[in-house]
T-cell receptor, first 109, second 115 residues
Framework: GQNIDQPTEMTATEGAIVQINCTYQ??????LFWYQQHAGEAPTFLSYNVLDGLEEKGRFSSFLSRSKGYSYLLLKELQMKDSASYLCAVMDSNYQLIWGAGTKLIIKP | EAQVTQNPRYLITVTGKKLTVTCSQNMNHEYMSWYRQDPGLGLRQIYYSMNVEVTDKGDVPEGYKVSRKEKRNFPLILESPSPNQTSLYFC??????????????FGPGTRLTVL
């Protein structure tokens, strides 16, 4: 079966750095996505990785290793507004998106 | 403004009463999806469509139907809703995978309660 694993919840301090990991097992691979979702709202796009390596976008970076079935989302200089759930999703060979259950990130002052 | 719209935003209905949730996008996207989101389970894809008249089952298609007669619209139909379909539903659209702009744009969500 297809599976995406990410931690259920993480806590970090304002101004710090946090890394959210995602491991996956899917039927084929057509890219990995990270989304941010605030409670009660729709997910919003953060990053897309299809090749191995690090993609940097301001305070957020995303890394992919296809051979290891592994990705992480790195958030720097954490702000209180970064408190949200972070969703990892993989597009399989049939172009179906498989989603992880999400990681709830709690930021403390 | 580029957007995905869904209607209604909130709906309370009773078991067995057919309903349709509409979804429309104005970005000329080929790829459209429906998801349901339940606590602790994350987003689960119900159906997706790669283009007009092309639809495929996602992870949880049972009890749902979709149609894609026009590129911009992708309605979700519950022929005979049951309480286990109480959930938060999202519609999303994007250009075709691998064609550069793979960002999924999500609608605002429809909170459905089936009594």
């Amino acid at each position: 079966g297809q599976n995406i694993d990410q931690p259920t919840e993480m806590t970090a301090t304002e101004g710090a750095i946090v890394q959210i990991n995602c491991t996956y097992q899917t039927s084929g691979f057509n890219g990995l996505f990270w989304y941010q979702q605030h409670a009660g709202e729709a997910p919003t796009f953060l990053s897309y990785n299809v090749l191995d390596g690090l993609e940097e976008k301001g305070r957020f970076s995303s890394f992919l290793s296809r051979s290891k079935g592994y990705s992480y989302l790195l958030l720097k200089e954490l702000q209180m507004k970064d408190s949200a759930s972070y969703l990892c999703a993989v597009m399989d060979s049939n172009y179906q998106l498989i989603w992880g259950a999400g990681t709830k990130l709690i930021i403390k002052p | 403004e580029a957007q995905v719209t869904q209607n209604p935003r909130y709906l309370i209905t009773v078991t067995g009463k057919k309903l349709t949730v509409t979804c429309s996008q104005n970005m000329n996207h080929e790829y459209m999806s429906w998801y349901r989101q339940d606590p602790g389970l994350g987003l689960r894809q119900i159906y997706y469509s790669m283009n007009v008249e092309v639809t495929d089952k996602g992870d949880v298609p049972e009890g749902y139907k979709v149609s894609r007669k026009e590129k911009r619209n992708f309605p979700l139909i519950l022929e005979s809703p049951s309480p286990n379909q109480t959930s938060l539903y999202f519609c999303a659209s994007s250009s075709l995978p691998g064609q550069g702009a793979d960002t999924q744009y999500f609608g605002p969500g429809t909170r459905l309660t089936v009594l």
